[in-house]
Nanobody
Framework: QVTLVESGGGLVQAGGSLRLSCAASGSIFSINVMGWYRQAPGKQRELVADITRGGASNYADSVKGRFTISRDNTKHTVYLQMNDLKPEDTALYYC????????????????????WGQGTPVTVSS
């Protein structure tokens, strides 16, 4: 099983910063893409940012220039540095991993696994 655990959410004033982290654990062979999604009340879930194992990143237009995604492949951890936060950023932030589980050993892949964290709340006050 692959489990994602997020941390770093909380309350912050507009213009402030937060750093989210998400650590994957369990039977992991590799993780191709890790990313962050968010869902605000009354809105659909949207991609905030993601990053490949090789470091190629992608951002939603609404956060480009303010957020930075990074990852530590050894630790199976992805981070989201959020600067200049706005009230519109208020949402539940979910970590996601496009992973392959282990097969018969740490060197043998099993099957693809689409893992999601439980979400960490981010609230930005005006």
């Amino acid at each position: 099983q692959v489990t994602l655990v997020e941390s770093g959410g909380g309350l912050v004033q507009a213009g402030g910063s937060l750093r989210l982290s998400c650590a994957a654990s369990g039977s992991i062979f590799s993780i191709n893409v890790m990313g962050w999604y968010r869902q605000a009340p009354g809105k659909q879930r949207e991609l905030v940012a993601d990053i490949t194992r090789g470091g190629a990143s992608n951002y939603a237009d609404s956060v480009k220039g303010r957020f930075t995604i990074s990852r530590d492949n050894t630790k199976h951890t992805v981070y989201l540095q959020m600067n200049d936060l706005k009230p519109e950023d208020t949402a539940l932030y979910y970590c996601h991993a496009d992973a392959y589980t282990r097969g018969t050993s740490r060197y043998v892949p099993g099957g693809a696994f689409d893992a999601w964290g439980q979400g960490t709340p981010v609230t930005v006050s005006s």
